[in-house]
């Protein structure tokens, strides 16, 4: 891993255990975050092949139900854990058969498509979804232990963030590698991609599948953390959400999810507090003062505020 | 049977034309602006809130019905004519050489500010102004009772505004501007073409078409905090089916929606909701560029 | 300016986090007597169903302000903090953990839908958060589980459905068939499913001619309205609302379906001020409770009279169902503080006191008095009547009403809604009680 | 006379009502530099684009090292061990000149490995290698859109060489190239084929580098090879004066 990183990664984990610590709710929206964060590393692994989804909501879905489903025969969040990614694999696998044969806004309009059909799709299986109102799923065991709230809480949260740091830290390494590469080569030259003996769409779709698994992942955390799942995880809205903390958080680093994802949580929460009625809104214009002004996201102001200067020095 | 298909269509047409008047515009912007406008819909909902609050006051006044209609053109174009050149020159022409995904989202930002906005604005009581409706009367067919304005006036504007495109795409110079531009914007630019002129009016032109979708359902639907969001998914769905940018291919997905809609609901309710998305997947099977998109060829 | 805002709200936050130690030991203790009740009330404030959420934010703020002009709870004020819970489950979870952690939140008024009061009931137990349930729904909330932490200060589904169909099978015993047209989400599929357990029970063969759950949201139901006209069901039943039900009525009568089918609507209430007397004489009314701002037991009382005129003088509107849903909540809270005020020797209530006190609580409020029954339930009658055009107002008002109580509509604890339907008989719509014309 | 590497036997296609090919018949041997001359829109890149499959011929076939290579696709002909340069040269502008040639080095070995650098040491000596053999290990960590044309040309090849071809097709290897430069970028280019044997057909405009470096000419003129010998021959034949490079100076010089 670029070692450049490794100082702000070790400052974040330890800022995100201190805030924890100093003010319990943020275990809870700290989790969701990373959860989200990882949901986004997969988004990342598709922006930089420059294509955007506007349903990966769809994968963080299945995850989530995928645990609900499964929660009454299986109580344990070892095992349903593998299982949420699992689910987002294989459903990313048959989605991205078809749709890594697409780019641009064919690309972007056809993950909204399978995403709102899967919406539809959660409100119309009544009987087995319980539609808008969602599935509870009771308090799994870790390790086979069964733990009081506060602990579990602690767990999913420590848990998440090796997950996040392992997977983020492993991405770094797929980016790096001839397929990560690859990945901004669809962006810039395709047709080079395929004069080279690659199948562009081959390349695309391990990095789809892959990012699958990151959200199937992710919304099995979200599940195992809010204990209640619904089908507004699936909405489009949500996808939207994904992207936006892609870019917020800038998709220059596998450090910028995350960051993208603990800011946006926490501007949304205070946000809200502030202005009951506006927070959409104060969010949005966050977004367009980003992307105006600071189009890399926080992780380049990061980069421009710190590094450069760490370099002239 | 026979009958109830012969209904069905009636409702699919008056349907279509509605989806059409929603996504001609996003269709027209995509086309020459390649942005994908989230914040269509939310153009589409102040459009609806604007032609509400005009109709009411002309409501009030003693020419109500023969205001009733004009009113919701006044809207689409005092709602376009501010917005559209406004978000273009402020916010849009400040990113047309960054990439497509912050396009995007610079959209997807204006989305959520307009959001609040109009919940500022209008509130979130349900909006309803049927002034239109009602000063347009009734129509029987059979014994099945119709609203004039669901049977004649949309479906005769959507049909105007196509053919007034399509006549203003192909035989006036502006127009044929645009097609160059969006047939291919390096070499029209090459040619000397002001591509950022180009931009502002199609945009504003996008925009007050959004405008005159809401203003033209406003009479028949109530506006509520949220209106625009739907409005968004199914227009995406028409521009991607129809082929990038193609107005008549927005058309014949309007038609393939509505009728596939409507004949859903008649016989097989439940697949009513994915009807746009099960037509889109469709379409891009069997053309992967849309129904009238054409491959963009890339050099070689 | 904006930038100044921004950052005294920053700095707020950064506060009120580091501020949270301080505030853990006032939880602890419990027992002493509060400098103020913070309550923590989750509601919609976005999207489409804040068509209820802001007029319940209202009634809130409205009465919190009456209450502490008379002293508030027991001597001690109330402060409210509102959040939205229109970004779903995920956030909802973090707003309640911030206000219960962070806000030092007493009690939380949770929500309007029911998704949201499923997930939030665990949450009070495991925070030991004294909850009252203020609008949603759903009867599988105590059903299911069974929460020390949780009642509800309204009816649920079950009744809200009963009772329409003992009034329609009271004054329009001898229809055949009906169509269905519900949102196409929890509460369409809920309520429909109650309605024709119910109807199946008590008048057995009637002919479903159409099943249609439009997509939620939807704007237009023109296809669904020709069908109906085509149809001709001697009865229309929709439990929509907000926006959709406008719409609905709107459509349905330029094209005069109202004259051809009998409607029930359980939730016209809400809107009759908005459609105005587009919507014709004859259709059955429900208002998901015992209220009513005519309430015909209640029209002449001070309090109603006064909420009424502070409401609309307020906010320009007639109060509706979730106005008067919330006032239940807020009633029901002050009567439970200070019936466990006094039985604790006038001194402050533990949260555990506070909830035990709660189960059993019957308390008036501003249209009548009610009951939370020991599994938490509300027990509260249904109003149910028929529109009628007079001159007073500008839309239509509620005539030949009937008040179902609960023993007619509400099925007994340990039992659960759906099953306890089936039981109903052709016998159970004699019982109803007699009508009462409405009054200027 | 040994069995060609590549043969291309009545190729045809045509654009509208331009043929671009109209019976095309050309063998390539192994070992020979082979130009390809016309006037301009003749159909030589097009030619290119059938070979490596990026066009599919009308009719006829093409033949590579003796098996049927028409209309398959660029992936599987790029396997075979056909690769091409471009006119304008495709570079994946994101990534620096050590990646451009590493991405293709890798395209031809440890691709599909997930977590295994790009630059790990064995590609990275492979593509500094190439870039040196090119003389481009000066310019290796600059980005490639940092590059002046006659250095993206060269970068543009050695992608291509990276994919180690028996057959390089190159579409105007000088164009757009500095003149002082041309001779310099072909002298590397040519010693660099040789060195790896590579059989190579490049098109070009430019009669000067035709002469100086190709062995065998051929002159493609209204979708017919017109002529095909060694460059003094065939530039000295007054048909091919006439219809090609009149036509092709009158060009240049207007």
């Known amino acids: 891993m670029d070692r450049r990183l490794t100082l702000p990664t070790l400052a974040a984990a330890t800022t995100v255990v201190a805030l924890a610590i100093a003010a319990p709710w943020l275990k809870f929206v700290f989790t969701v975050a990373l959860a989200k964060g990882l949901a986004v590393l997969g988004i990342l692994l598709l922006l930089r092949a420059g294509q955007v989804s506007f349903g990966h909501a769809l994968y963080i879905a299945v995850g989530a139900y995928t645990v609900a489903f499964l929660r009454p025969a299986i109580g344990e969040v070892l095992l349903l854990l593998p299982l949420a990614a699992t689910a987002g694999t294989i459903v990313g696998f048959a989605v991205g058969l078809f749709v890594a044969r697409y780019r641009d806004i064919f690309f972007g309009m056809l993950n909204l498509a399978f995403s709102m059909v899967f919406y539809s799709l959660l409100e119309k299986l009544y009987a087995y979804t319980k539609g808008t109102d969602g599935i509870r799923v009771p308090r799994p065991t870790i390790g ?30 797929f980016l790096a590698s001839p397929l990560g590469q690859a990945l901004p080569a669809i962006k810039t030259r395709e047709t080079r991609l395929e004069f080279a003996g690659i199948s562009a769409k081959r390349v695309l779709l391990v990095a789809y599948v892959a990012s699958a698994a990151l959200a199937g992942l992710g919304g099995g955390i979200i599940a195992c953390t809010t204990l209640h799942v619904t089908p507004l995880l699936s909405y489009w809205t949500h996808s939207g959400e994904l992207v936006f903390i892609a870019i917020l958080g800038g998709a220059g680093s596998v450090l910028g999810p995350f960051l993208g994802a603990a800011v946006y949580e926490l501007v949304r929460v205070y946000a809200a507090a502030a202005f009951p009625d506006a927070w959409q809104m104060i969010l949005g214009a966050v977004l367009l003062v980003i992307i105006l002004f600071a189009a890399r996201g926080l992780w380049g102001m990061y980069e421009d505020l710190v590094l450069r200067k760490d370099r002239r020095a | 049977m026979t009958l109830l298909l012969f209904l069905a269509i009636l409702d699919g047409l008056a349907y279509a034309a509605q989806v059409f008047m929603v996504a001609v515009g996003l269709t027209l ?92 604005v209008w509130g979130v009581q349900p909006i309803f102004q049927d002034g239109p409706v009602r000063a347009l009367g009734q129509v029987e067919v059979g014994d099945i009772i119709y609203t004039a304005y669901q049977l004649y006036l949309l479906p005769g504007v959507a049909l105007a505004t196509l053919f007034g495109l399509m006549w203003f795409l192909r035989r006036t110079l502006t127009g044929r501007v645009i097609v160059a531009v969006t047939e291919d914007r390096e070499a029209a630019t090459a040619m000397g073409i002001d591509a950022n002129r180009v931009y502002l009016l199609t945009f504003t032109v996008g925009t007050v078409l959004a405008a005159l979708g809401g203003a033209l359902a406003s009479p028949t639907t109530s506006l509520v905090p949220g209106v625009g969001v739907n409005m968004i998914v199914l227009s995406f769905a028409v521009v991607a089916t129809a082929g990038l940018g193609q107005i008549e291919g927005a058309m014949l997905t309007a038609l393939l929606i509505g009728l596939g809609r409507s004949v859903a609901v008649y016989f097989a309710p439940e697949f009513e909701v994915v009807i746009p998305y099960i037509i889109m997947v469709a379409v891009l099977l069997i053309r992967p560029h849309g129904l009238f998109g054409r491959p963009e060829l890339r050099r070689v | 300016m904006a930038k100044l805002t921004r950052r005294t709200t920053l700095q707020a936050a950064v506060a009120s986090t580091l501020a949270l130690p301080a505030l853990l030991p006032r939880q602890a203790i419990g027992q002493q007597k509060p400098s103020e009740i913070r309550l923590g009330i989750s509601t919609f404030l976005s999207g489409p169903a804040s068509v209820f959420g802001v007029p319940g934010r209202n009634a809130a703020d409205l009465l919190i302000e009456q209450f502490n002009r008379a002293g508030g709870i027991g001597g001690v004020p109330i402060r ?335 039992t659960k809604g759906l099953d306890w339907v089936r039981l109903l008989t052709p016998a159970s719509v004699q019982r109803a009680p007699a009508e009462i014309p409405y009054r200027a | 006379m040994t069995a060609p590497l590549l043969s291309a036997r009545g190729l045809k296609i045509a654009f509208g009502g331009v043929k671009a090919a109209d019976g095309i018949d050309l063998d390539i041997a192994p070992g020979e530099f082979v130009a390809i001359i016309g006037p301009n829109g003749a159909g030589k890149t097009t030619f290119i684009n059938m070979t490596t499959g990026y066009l599919r011929p009308h009719s006829g076939h093409i033949h590579f090292d003796g098996a049927e290579i028409t209309g398959r696709p660029p992936r599987s002909i790029v396997r075979r061990g056909i690769a091409r340069s471009f006119q304008i040269p495709q570079l994946f502008t994101e990534h620096t000149v050590i990646e451009n040639v590493a991405l293709k080095v890798a395209a031809h070995g440890r691709f599909w490995r997930p977590f295994r650098p790009l630059l790990d040491a064995g590609t990275a000596a492979a593509a500094m290698r190439l870039l040196e053999q090119f003389g481009l290990a000066g310019v290796a960590t600059a980005r490639a859109t940092e590059l002046n044309e006659g250095t993206r040309k060269l970068t543009d090849i050695a992608m291509a060489m990276a994919l180690r071809p028996r057959l390089l097709l190159m579409d105007e290897p000088t164009s757009g190239v500095a003149s002082a430069e041309k001779f310099g970028i072909m002298d590397t280019l040519v010693a660099a084929l040789r060195a790896e044997r590579v059989t190579a057909v490049f098109v070009e405009h430019d009669m000067e580098v035709v002469e100086r470096y190709a062995d065998r000419v051929a002159v493609w003129s209204q979708g017919k090879i017109l002529a095909s010998g060694p460059p003094a021959a065939v530039l000295s034949d007054p048909a091919v004066l006439r219809e090609v490079i009149g036509v092709e100076t009158g060009h240049a010089h207007a």
């Open chain 3, 80 to 414: 409210s903090i509102v959040i939205d819970e229109a970004p779903g489950v995920d956030f909802l979870l973090g707003e309640c953990r911030r206000l219960v952690q962070n806000e030092g939140v007493d009690v939380m008024l949770a929500s309007i839908s029911s998704g949201s009061c499923l997930a939030v009931a665990p949450l009070a137990e495991q925070l030991r958060m004294p909850t009252i349930l203020w609008d949603c729904g759903t009867q599988r909330i105590f059903e299911e589980a069974s929460y020390r932490y949780c009642v509800r200060t309204q009816a649920n589904a079950v009744p809200e459905i009963v009772a329409p169909l003992l009034y329609l099978m009271k004054i329009r015993p001898d229809f055949r068939t009906l169509a269905v047209l519900n949102q196409d989400y929890a509460w369409g599929r809920d309520s429909w499913a109650i309605w024709k357990a119910a109807m199946d029970a008590v008048k057995p063969g009637v002919r479903v001619v159409a099943e249609l759950f439009p997509r939620f949201g939807a704007t237009d139901f023109s296809t669904e309205i020709t069908r109906l006209l085509a149809l001709r069901p001697d009865v229309i039943f929709s439990t929509s609302w907000g926006g959709e039900l406008d719409t609905f009525i709107r459509q349905a009568a330029e094209r005069r379906l109202f004259e051809r089918s009998t409607f029930v609507l359980p939730l016209v209430e809400s809107s009759l001020e908005r459609v105005g007397k587009t919507l014709p004489e004859g259709v059955i009314v429900g208002g998901r409770g015992d209220h009513w701002f005519l309430h015909p037991t209640a029209k002449d009382t001070r309090i109603l009279k006064d909420f009424t005129a502070a409401y609309r003088q307020r906010f320009n509107l007639y109060p509706i169902y979730p106005t008067f849903h919330m006032a239940q909540a807020l009633y029901g809270l002050k009567a439970g503080y200070e019936k466990a005020i006094s039985a604790n020797g006038g001194s402050w209530p533990s949260r555990e006191q506070l909830m035990d006190t709660m189960r059993g609580l019957e308390f008036a409020h501003l249209t009548g008095t009610m009951k939370i029954r020991e599994d938490g339930q509300g027990l509260e009658p249904m109003l149910i009547g028929m529109t009628k055009h007079v001159n007073e107002y500008p839309f239509p008002v509620i005539d030949r009403m009937v008040l179902f109580p609960p023993e007619l509509t509400m099925n007994p604890i340990g």
């Open chain 2, 29 to 120: 912007i995509f086309g020459v602006l390649r942005i994908l406008n989230v914040a269509h819909g939310s153009f589409f909902a102040i459009g609806g809130y604007v032609a509400a609050t005009l109709g009411t006051w002309a409501a009030a006044t003693a020419a109500a019905p023969v205001l009733a209609l004009p009113v919701l053109l006044l809207a689409a174009v005092m709602v376009g004519g501010v917005l559209g050149p406004a978000i273009e020159r402020l916010v849009l022409a400040r990113i047309y050489t960054k990439e497509h995904v912050l396009q995007l989202l610079v959209t997807f930002a204006l989305f959520m500010i307009l959001e609040d906005v109009q919940k500022l």
């Open chain 1, 144 to 173: 086979g232990v069964t733990l009081d709230p506060v602990a579990y809480e602690w767990a999913v949260l420590v848990g998440t963030l090796a997950l996040a740091l392992t997977l983020g830290w492993l991405v770094s390494r």
